[in-house]
């Protein structure tokens, strides 16, 4: 019983493109839930055909010539779904998905506002042909409001959402930089939405529709600014590395081009433990360093005589020296050196799958293990239509003829047609 | 102020060296605050009469070395001795006018006096407050009333004892659920003599910044209440009295007194926690009972509170009292043995932080007496002088102090105004 | 003026009662009293009582008690940052009361030789249950504990049964009188000299010294005096009295129980108190106090000159006309607590007058003195809180 | 069958044990979605963040930092010292009335109290264990000590972040413990779900590392494809392309097919809207200049409304200030206000999602031990008396 997935038994409609989206559907697949990743030969996941293409060994082509279905954003973040290629512009089309839509829990969706109803599978439509059905929109600022048609790009809803004000050197406005976190947090905060919606569901027999913001979502990271402005009137200031409470924490040279360590101390014995790592014992008794005080008020020397030290060391084996003397220290790593990271590897963190068109790869995997329900990567990330007939035979029980007629019409397929990209970019990411 | 050239003692580079008081105090608080005085190194010159020595030196049961009253009983008892060090002793009948008049004359030239008669006693001698501020404006008045010198009740006499019953102590001491006993330690006395000093200190800054005396109006009924103050604010707070609970604890538990082998024997600990309660269980050899669940937490000692007793008892029957109690410290225990005063002059401890002082009464001989609760780290109290025997600090006070001339020296002695020994009356008191 | 030790600041550090009571006296008499909590705060702040036996911080009976007219600082002595900023509040006060273990100062650079060196007149008291030295230096002990120890208990209670700890915890209370006073004498010599010391302060040694007559019957005959059978006091028709009959009033307590016109007793006054005591005139007693309530037949007594007394519970503390009259009793306003009912302070002092202030909130004033006493910023102090040292 | 009036997660019971940021928000998150959450912290001292200001000058101690108000709100709190034999029993206690705890000690510190998951199932089966920590309760790193600098350092993206010559600069907030918050809800609802079909408890073992690492857009299977990020190399310099407003910063993202509505916005030249396959950069660089001239008298909010309302995107760095104001917020009424006994009226941001019913009636961040009556009396019958018993020892 326990071993039995948390999701086992739901079925997700996972129209999510680029980011946020898929990357929400990926973990509900990961879960149990039967995810099937609803694309279209017109409108394929613009990540397959469009901007930001990685294939291996940068290679467009492989062996069978079907680039759309090695690009590796798409590959990393639809693992473990079902892939059904619908034209939804094609009246059928929209037919079959509402019949899907009744025999499933869930719509998963980051088109633009307006694009669903468009199509004619907007929220009345859905909640009409199956009144238990959840369904999740995951928006740039929500479905209401006087911006909720506005567009931006993850930096966009950084700054909209409050987080690069906070962000970057004290004295530099300008300096912040983009990481595009609102993505993640948008396809975390979807996840954890849909659950908490289906318990609802179950409990009340009622389907519902879930109205997120990606803005909002953004917001949340810099809540606390938010209350203290409340309190204060004050805007809070840009503090950059600077962590309260702190002194010193920044980040430090190390041996090589452009290397560094992030060290903070969070109170004196810890810069006593600090003191003993430089064999600079002394200095735990000088008094311009020995108090938090003293610290502040001599930030520069503090500043100068750790990093004067952390410049001799290379950053990793400095990371470990200093955390064998239990200070709380962390190296600025690179994509690359998190990769081969042991503490990583040893957790089993990365995830072989053997890929249908792009060979054995490598994927990061989930950031946590349940005891009792190990769950994973299932299956590889579908080719485009990989599973047409196994959805519209199984469950709409259309014939092999049906659904090959289906194919001739072109409301299904396996391969693009690279024609309407226009507006892609117009989405929220 | 004071001419040294023959002052009995020298107190200077003390704390209240130059400070003269007046101590007409009897029996415990008066002089015990004279002594904290005296101990300081102010001069203090203690106050008697023939006609009323100090009771202490003339109880119906008084306490003299080896049970012997021996000649002049008054300058051997015990319960004088023992708190009246380190002042010098007069006599003036302040039933008379004369002697009233040589009193003020000695407040002309004293800082404090200190006083704990029913609060009549000054008034009908013309020497409250109003009428000492007229000798000498700076003059501060200390008068240790058992009640105060205002209310219905002002007039009434006490003791010790009787405070403690009508200050509330005595109602929450006693055997749980019990008819509650009369139980005294006296400690009013001693806490009021302790507040009084204190406050006559307090007095002397005063007078310092505002250049003028005062009156210091003292109740020691209040001083007593005012040792309970969680008990008066549970009262308004939750409409409860607190009731005797024997040697229990509303925190602790267990907390109690256990008997031991030997005569009265006795010992007390308190546990405070559940790592006390693991060391006792360890240290009583009871591993097992640290995770019974009849007393593996707070809560569950103090429902299981007489199952916890008798098993510490029967640990603590068969052993010696000191010895427990040092087992018991030792595993980091709060733990006391029942001590009696044999015990505590016995004590190691007590001995390594020369808290005994040693005193050398004229009339009574050699004797050790308790020390004082602080002592100070540049000016080490101590004792200098012992007790004085009745009046005789009499001819330095006349003659140095006051300067009067033999004649008139000798005019007092003859007119009995001033002696060194109690009239008969007063002696009977003592049958 | 306010009261006689205006103008005088007192910083109080530990935990518990002796160095709080101490205090809170000096307060009440004018003093600036600064208290510097550990960031849990004071254990009192655990200790019922509470209102509606409610377990909070803010409002514990004893703490309320204990620290009115004080100012809290929280700080972290562990730290080097905190005692970096307690030796800075020092240097601006006149006194440090204390009663931390005996070595904790030293151990934190914050003992009176550290404290004192860069301020001469500095007094300093420590208050510990068995002082800075000697073999027991380090023991643990309870109000209890030190009762026993102190000698005192063994002469209360039944001979027969356990000897019996006072109720509540005056051992504790008196300890910070006898610090009051220390402090008091050493502060003299400080404010006319500018030499400031070390105050060492026992429990025990207080307790020691505080013996009506046990210890000189040892001394003197070497007697031990334990306690007797239990008397039990004088039963009226709502409570108990008690009266404690001497020679010389001995005829005045015959007529107040025979009535007017009994003859005075030819035994000597000594045997025919013994009589009495014994039991001799107990019935004529009874009958004679059960038709009093305790009030009266205190009253009667003590207007024969006899001193009588009742055993007062808490609810006769409050309606005593006596201390009604004095207005002993104080009403203080807490945010937290409420107003409720104190005992105000014992003495009335000519030209000065008692401050009565709510005790204060954990670290309501960390900012307030910090800044009054050190030249930090708000920034430098938010850091410190965020660190947790203050 | 539950009326729909009832928020989703009602009739679930969470022990949030978790300290300073990434816990206790996982818990608040369940608390939203209405999830009875008792805030359980130590005697005394409590939760760390409380520490966390500015304050009031006469604040009371520890209740109205802007981090604990926003972190703690909706959650009832009391206080056990989970180190004593006392206070491990209460806490079992409310174990077997609850069905999920949350903690984000260092790994070694729920064995050491004796409280691991296998342990608190023995006394309630279906309890779930809820456990954040910076590396994981397993690997090398387990008990390596971490805080947000370094966790955000060692998460791959700081490396590429600020200027040349100047340390790396991190993200502003708690980006590390607020991501890997969400994520572990996540997590917690799916054992949530387990355990309600199964009856059985699981320990949910979630890295704040590995969440970081999971949230880079490509880097990761660029190197998993390449062997090498395409941003290796020196990335660092490249900051937002921002420009400067009368009151602060915007940023307007332009692609290829936006510039000739950008370029008719700003009155540039209509060539420069049609970009030069040759050379891209340089119409690029040139509808720049344009860009900045025509920001600079303008409000950041008037160059973002109007690049988007040319359907550019366009957006301003906005402060708490704005975002308070913000009239999209306010229409869709993200934030709430909320009084507090200390603090007074404060504002606090509300769950980025919304349905009918979603958001469970709030209450303000409990003060220290503020419930421990209303628990301790309610949910374990324990007599007043024994409380300040439990009290005076110290255990709450």
Known sequence: MANRLPLEGIRILDMGQFWAAPNAGRAWADAGAEVIKVESCRRPDPLRIQARKIYPDNDPGGEHGDHWNRSGMVNERNRSKLSLALDLSHPKGRDLFIELAKQSDAVSQNYSLGVMDRLGIGWDVLHKANPKLVMVSIMSQGLTGPESSYVSYGQNLEQLGGISYTSGYPDDEKSSVGFALPDPIGGATAAFALIAALRHREETGEGLHIDLSQREAATLIIGDAIVEYSLTGQVPPRIGNHEPGSNPSECYPCEGEDEWIAISISNDAEWLRLCEAMERVNLGSDNRFATIVGRMRNRDAVDELIGEWTARFEKMELFKLLQSHHITAGAITNPRELFQDPHLRERGFWEQVEDYSCGTQEYYGRPMHLSENPYGTRTPTPKLGQHNYEILGGLLSLSNSEIDQLTNEGVIGTEPILTAEGGMARRAS | ?431 | MSGPLDGLTIVEGGHGIPAAYCTQIMGVLGANVIKIEPPEGDETRRLGPFPNDAPDRESSALFLYLNRNKRSVTLDLDTPSGQDLFRSIVKRADAVVENFAPGYCDERNISYAALSDEHDSLVMSSITPFGQNGPYRDWHATEMTLFAIGGLMNIVGDINREPLKFGGSPALHVAGINSFTATMLAMHLAETAGIGQHVDVSVLEGLGASHFQDLVDYEYHRTVIRRGDMRTPIPTSDGFISFQVQAHVYNDFRRLILGPDAADDDRDAASAIQAQQSGEMDLEILTWSLEKTKLEAYRLGQEAHVPAAYLADMSDIMASPQLQAREFFVEIEHPKAGTLTYPGFPAKLTGSDCRFEPAPLLGQHTHEVISEFTDLSAAEIGELQAAGVL | MKNKEQPPLSGIRVLDIGREIAGPFCARLLARLGADVIKIEAPGRGDPIRGRGPFQPSAAKGESGPMHLYLNEGKRGITIDLASVSGRELFLKLVEKSHVVIENFEPRVMDKLNLAGEVLRERQASIIVTSISNFGNTGPYRDYQASELTMFSMGGHLYRSGQLGRPPIRMGGAPAEFLAALSAAYGTMLAIRSAEESGIGQNVDFSILESQVTSHAQAMVEVSYYGTEVAAGNPRGETLRGVDTKDGMAMVSAQEQQMARLAALIGAPEELGRPNPLDPGSSKQALDEYLSRWAADRTKREVYEAGQGVHVPASFAANAADLIESPQYQHRGFLQEIDHPEAGTVTVPGLPFQWENAWAPTRPAPCLGEHNIEVYSSLLDISREELTQLSGAGVI
Not at chain 2, 157 to 173: D, H, M, N, P, R
Not at chain 2, 198 to 218: C, V
Not at chain 2, 360 to 386: M, N, V
């Open chain 2, 1 to 431: 102020m004071t001419d040294r050239t023959t002052q009995p003692d020298d107190t200077s580079g003390l704390p209240l060296d130059g400070i003269r008081v007046l101590d007409l105090g009897m029996f415990w608080a008066g002089p015990f605050a004279g002594k904290w005085l005296a101990d300081g190194g102010a001069q203090v010159i203690k106050i008697e009469s023939g006609s009323h020595p100090d009771n202490l030196r003339i109880l119906a049961r008084g306490v003299y070395p080896n049970g012997e009253p021996g000649e002049r009983s008054w300058n051997r008892s015990g319960m004088i001795n023992e708190r009246n060090r380190n002042k010098l002793g007069i006599t003036i009948e302040m039933g008379t006018t004369e002697g009233r008049e040589i009193f003020r004359r000695l407040v002309a030239i004293s800082d404090v006096v200190i006083e704990n008669f029913s609060n009549r006693v000054m008034k009908k001698w013309e020497l409250d407050y109003d009428h000492l501020s007229k000798i000498n404006p700076e003059i501060i008045l200390a008068s240790v009333y058992s009640q105060g010198s205002t209310g219905p009740e002002s007039g009434y006499v006490s003791f010790g004892g009787t405070l403690e019953q009508l200050a509330g102590i005595t109602y929450i001491t006693g055997y749980a659920n019990e008819m509650p006993g009369v139980l005294t330690v006296q400690l009013p006395d001693p806490a009021g003599g302790a507040m009084a000093t204190g406050l006559i200190l307090s007095a002397l800054r005063q007078r310092r910044l505002t250049g003028k005396g005062l009156h210091i109006d003292l109740s020691q009924r209040e001083n007593v209440v005012g040792l309970l103050g969680a008990q008066v604010l549970d009262f308004g707070m939750n409409e409860r009295i607190t009731e005797r609970i024997g040697n229990r604890d509303p925190h602790m538990a267990p907390h109690g007194c256990y008997r031991c082998s030997g005569e009265d024997a006795w010992v007390t600990l308190a546990i405070s926690s559940d790592d006390e309660w693991a060391a006792l269980a360890h240290l009583i050899g009871q591993e097992s009972l640290i995770h019974d669940d009849r007393f593996a937490t707070v809560g569950a000692r103090h429902r299981n509170h007489d199952e916890l007793d008798s098993i510490i008892s029967d640990w603590t029957k068969d052993r010696g009292k000191i010895d427990t109690m040092h087992q018991l410290q030792d595993a980091g225990i709060a733990a006391g043995a029942v001590y009696t005063a044999a015990d505590l002059y016995a004590d190691p401890h007590l001995e390594a932080r020369s808290f005994w002082e040693a005193t050398d009464e004229p009339d009574a001989g050699p004797h050790r007496f308790p020390g004082r609760p602080g002592q100070l780290s540049k000016t080490p109290l101590g004792t200098r002088l012992p007790t004085p025997t009745l009046g005789q600090h009499n001819e330095y006070v006349f003659r140095e102090l006051l300067g009067m001339t033999d004649d008139e020296y000798a005019a007092l002695e003859t007119s009995g105004l001033i002696t060194t020994e109690p009239t008969e009356a007063a002696q009977k008191g003592r049958l």
